[in-house]
């Protein structure tokens, strides 16, 4: 008997193995074979009432496993072959993405110019490829193990991925969630009127400036003069 079809699959692929009977009687033969994995414990199959000369099986091993003949019954005799065996190679790679500061998600400003970095890892491979992409799309360009998130995105919440290519075989990482706020256009006005200009006298106290808009969502102020930050100036009103 002879046992062929020991190839390298993918991670959840599938060989076919073919047990071939090259001599005696080939109606109603059985066959006991096993499979031992590089982990894990072996298990032992038999199969009977085999018709033809050849019997053919996929597998789908989750770790490189050898399979072998422990024994063969035809026209009434039981042989026990050594070494007749073959490997299929489980070429198995994983991927993770994260922010490069540590998470899986993290929160910008729209008009930041900070943009957080995404990095790849990989297990299982060298000389990888990457794809990376946003909200399942493939971002053009973006094929390094690193990827910048770029200005210029609308606020909302924005899911980034990695796909990686090794040795014939793919893996996607996890999603990492950017999300993007926006404060919206500022507005400041002298407080009790709606205007945004005044005139005063030399040496007049001047108005109160307050923020029309926006009126929630903001942790912090400073107050400027003239393109300059005003010492102390960081309460709601100036």
Not at 172 to 192: E, M, R
Not at 196 to 209: D, K, M, R, S
Request: net charge neutral.
């Amino acid at each position: 008997i002879t046992l062929t079809g020991g190839t390298t699959i993918c991670a959840g692929g599938s060989a076919t193995l073919t047990f071939t009977l090259t001599s005696g009687n080939t109606t109603g033969w059985s066959l006991t074979y096993k499979a031992t994995p590089t982990s894990g414990s072996p298990q032992q199959y038999t199969v009977s009432n085999i018709n033809g000369s050849t019997y053919t099986i996929s597998v789908s091993p989750t770790v490189t496993t050898t399979y072998s003949v422990v024994a063969v019954t035809a026209g009434g005799c039981t042989i026990t072959p050594t070494n007749v065996s073959t490997t299929v190679t489980v070429n198995s790679i994983s991927v993770s993405a994260s922010v490069q500061d540590g998470g899986t998600s993290v929160t910008i400003c729209s008009t930041a110019t900070n943009r957080p970095t995404l990095v790849a890892s990989v297990v299982g491979c060298t000389g990888a490829t990457y794809q990376w992409r946003r909200n399942g799309s493939n971002i053009s360009g973006a094929t390094q193990s690193t990827y910048t998130v770029p200005t210029g995105l609308a606020a909302g919440t924005y899911q980034y991925s990695v796909v990686v290519s090794c040795g014939g075989c793919t893996a996607t990482s996890n999603d990492v969630t950017v999300t993007v706020t926006w404060i919206g256009n500022v507005s400041i006005a002298i407080q009790g009127t709606s205007s945004t200009t005044v005139t005063y006298c030399q040496n007049q106290q001047g108005g109160t400036l307050y923020v029309v808009q926006p009126t929630s969502g903001i942790v912090s102020y400073q107050w400027y003069v003239d393109g300059s930050p005003i010492s102390g100036a960081t309460n709601s009103t100036y």
